[in-house]
């Protein structure tokens, strides 16, 4: 049976005898760098975590959450 996660979650118990981690993607902006879209997941194990995609939007040097999409919770 293949394992769920790759070799990094080895690593990462052997460095650092936990398995949670939090990932963020890369932005990816509109051509005028007014919204952005990124993805947040945490993770605490093989069957706990949560995540989400988020759309932001920047007003008055601001940035805002406008939407929030693909909840998942394990």
């Known amino acids: 049976m293949e394992k769920y996660y790759p070799d990094y979650e080895a690593a990462l118990y ?6 949670s981690f939090l990932k963020i ?3 990816i902006y509109n051509v005028d760098k007014t919204i952005l879209i990124l993805s947040v997941e945490y993770f605490c ?3 706990c975590g949560t995540g989400a995609t988020y759309i932001l939007k920047k007003e008055n040097k601001k940035w805002e959450v406008i ?3 693909g909840v998942w919770i394990s």
């Open 25 to 27: 993607t890369t932005p």
């Open 67 to 69: 939407s929030k999409l």
């Open 45 to 47: 194990g093989s069957l």
């Open 14 to 19: 052997n460095k650092y005898e936990d398995l």
